[in-house]
């Protein structure tokens, strides 16, 4: 009797044993997969922000139209907060006017290629904008002079008298710096997706320094002060420029204080 007791407490025991034993093994297998699970839910966590950050890169481009003429920007973005640009643009406008008794035709020309870096400070569209130009920006105007068809070959241009024998003209050119800094800001596409369509903004100014002139002629010119009754005499530079100046007096009036260009451009492009 007291043999089968022991024999009983024995199995009992042997039971326990093993319930506990396979308890702790549960226990660790469920603490195993709860630690999968976290782990799996930490790496989703950080690779869609490493795929999110590579999505925003990409070549992109755009024409636009507006104060610079026509153009093309050709730019890479590097994330959703930075994109650096090539521009190109374009301007040329002809005109003729009459100084005087003088047919005059004038150019404005302003050939333009620059790099723009973008900023996204807020990571939208809103962008602000830097970066420099290299600009050839003058205005040419030139004057056909004859002695055909003109009482003695004479012109007028300003306070002075011009004689011409056979053909002859003169002209000016007023520049401004080839080297412009720009500054700026608009608005730009921010997308993830490639072969999207977007719209864009620019608004600044290209710093372009204060103006020159400089003036010369062709041909056999001379030059009187008007009314005198005096002989002609050479040219002389400083009195030609002051004879431009005057007849084109409203020009010069807003040329001589234009240190900046305003620059205003939209766009249609496409990021590839």
């Known amino acids: 009797m007291r043999a089968r007791t022991q024999k009983v407490w024995f199995a009992a025991l042997l039971a326990v044993a093993g319930l506990t034993c396979g308890t702790e093994e549960d226990q660790d297998a469920t603490e195993l997969e709860d630690e999968s699970r976290a782990s799996a839910a930490?790496?989703?966590?950080?690779?869609?922000?490493?795929?999110?950050?590579?999505?925003?890169?990409?070549?992109?481009t755009d024409v636009t139209v507006g104060t610079q003429g026509i153009g093309m920007d050709v730019g890479y973005s590097f994330n959703k907060c930075i994109k650096l640009r090539v521009r190109g643009t374009m301007?040329?406008?002809?005109?003729?006017?009459?100084?005087?008794?003088?047919?005059?035709?004038?150019?404005?020309?302003?050939?333009?290629?620059?790099?723009?870096?973008?900023?996204?400070?807020?990571g939208g569209a809103f962008r602000l904008s830097a970066g420099v130009n290299i600009a050839p920006l003058?205005?040419?105007?030139?004057?056909?002079?004859?002695?055909?068809?003109?009482?003695?070959?004479?012109y007028s241009l300003g306070d002075y008298e011009y004689k011409v024998e056979g053909a002859g003209r003169v002209f000016g050119r007023y520049k401004w710096n080839t080297f412009q800094p720009y500054i700026g800001f608009g608005w730009?596409?921010?997308?993830?997706?490639?072969?999207?369509?977007?719209?864009?903004?620019?608004?600044?100014?290209?710093?372009?320094?204060k103006g020159k002139m400089s003036v010369g002629?062709?041909?056999?010119?001379?030059?009187?002060?008007?009314?005198?009754?005096?002989?002609?005499?050479?040219?002389?530079?400083?009195?030609?420029?002051?004879?431009?100046?005057?007849?084109?007096?409203?020009?010069?009036?807003?040329?001589?204080?234009?240190?900046?260009?305003?620059?205003?451009?939209?766009?249609?492009?496409?990021r590839f």
């Open 42 to 60: 930490a790496l989703s966590e950080v690779s869609p922000g490493k795929n999110e950050e590579t999505q925003f890169r990409g070549v992109f």
């Open 138 to 154: 003058h205005v040419d105007a030139a004057g056909d002079l004859s002695s055909v068809g003109v009482r003695d070959g004479i």
């Open 91 to 122: 301007l040329q406008y002809e005109r003729e006017v009459v100084w005087s008794n003088v047919n005059v035709k004038s150019k404005l020309k302003n050939s333009c290629c620059g790099l723009i870096l973008d900023v996204h400070p807020f």
């Open 217 to 270: 002629y062709d041909g056999k010119v001379t030059q009187r002060y008007k009314g005198t009754g005096a002989e002609f005499s050479p040219v002389d530079m400083s009195a030609l420029e002051d004879s431009i100046r005057e007849e084109g007096k409203d020009f010069f009036k807003i040329a001589d204080k234009m240190v900046v260009y305003p620059v205003v451009h939209f766009g249609v492009g496409c």
């Open 188 to 209: 730009s596409f921010i997308s993830k997706s490639e072969h999207v369509w977007f719209f864009s903004t620019d608004l600044g100014v290209n710093i372009i320094g």
